[in-house]
C-alpha cells in the first residue's frame, strides 16, 4: 500500500504548479481555475476559483489529500474536513514560509528529491542583486481600495535592487490590514509603480489618471509595470519569473 497520496486535489495554483513541476502531476485529480498547466500536463477538472469551489464535484473525485492555501480558503478548509476529507492548509506570507512549504509538500507526496533539486535552484534564482542606486518601488495588489503588497512582494523588491516604499505593511497578512491612501502612496515618491490586480485586468492609464499622482516620477517616466498575477501573486516556484521582470524593469530604470 502506497503511503503518500494517490488523488490529490489542488485549490491553489502554486501547489498544482508546484506538484506538476516535481512529477507528482499524475497524482492530481482536480486543480483550481487559475492554474494553466504546461500544454504537455495532461487535462484535470478544474473544481474551484480561490474564495470559491465546488464541493460536491471534489467529493465524487475522491481525492486523499486537498491542498488549500491562505486564509481566504480557511472556510473552504473546515467545510472539507467536515464532509470527511483530509485536508492541508498552508499560509505562507514570506520567501521563507514559501520555501518551507514547497518542501513540506514534496515530503507530502515523497518527492522530496526532485523538491529539493528545484528549491536549489529557486534559491540560486532569487539571489539578491547589489544596486548602487535603490528605485524606490509601490506594488499594487488591488485598485479599490488601494491594497500594498503582500510581505514575499516587497522581498523580492529589495532582493532585486529596489527599496519597498511600504515596509511596515508588508509584514501585515490579511490584504485589508494593507489599504493605504492614495496620499499615502504620494508622499512615498515612488520612481517605478508595479501592480497586479489580483485577476482584473489593469489599466496603467487609471493611476497615471489619478488626482496628484502626475507629479510622481514614476508616472512622468512612464514607469508603470503590470506583474502577471501567476508570477508575483502565487507563493510558489513562478516568483523566480516575477522576480526576473522587476531586476529587469529596475535595470531599465537605472
Known sequence: MNRHPQRIVCLSAEAADWLWRIGAWERVAGISAFFNPPLEASPKPRVSGFSSANLEQIVQLRPDLVITFSDVQAKLAVELMRRGLPVLATNQRTLAEIENTLALLARVVGC???????????????????????????????????????????????????????????????????????????????????????????????????????????????????????????????????????????EAAA
Open 112 to 250: 522530496e528529491a526532485a523538491g529539493e533539486k528545484l528549491l536549489a535552484e529557486f534559491r540560486e534564482r532569487l539571489a539578491p542583486v547589489t544596486r548602487a542606486v535603490r528605485p524606490r518601488v509601490y506594488f499594487e495588489e488591488w485598485n479599490n481600495p488601494l491594497i500594498s503588497g503582500i510581505g514575499w512582494v516587497g522581498e523580492l523588491i529589495e532582493r532585486a535592487g529596489g527599496e519597498d516604499v511600504f515596509p511596515e505593511l508588508r509584514h501585515r497578512r490579511a490584504a485589508m490590514e494593507r489599504v493605504v491612501l492614495p496620499a499615502q502612496v504620494c508622499a512615498t515618491r515612488p520612481e517605478i509603480i508595479f501592480a497586479s490586480w489580483c485577476g482584473k485586468p489593469f489599466h496603467a492609464a487609471e493611476i497615471s489618471a489619478r488626482p496628484g499622482w502626475e507629479q510622481l516620477a514614476a508616472v512622468r517616466s512612464g514607469r508603470i509595470h503590470e506583474l502577471p498575477g501567476e508570477d508575483i501573486l502565487q507563493p510558489g516556484f513562478r516568483l523566480i519569473h516575477g522576480f526576473r521582470q522587476i531586476k529587469q524593469h529596475l
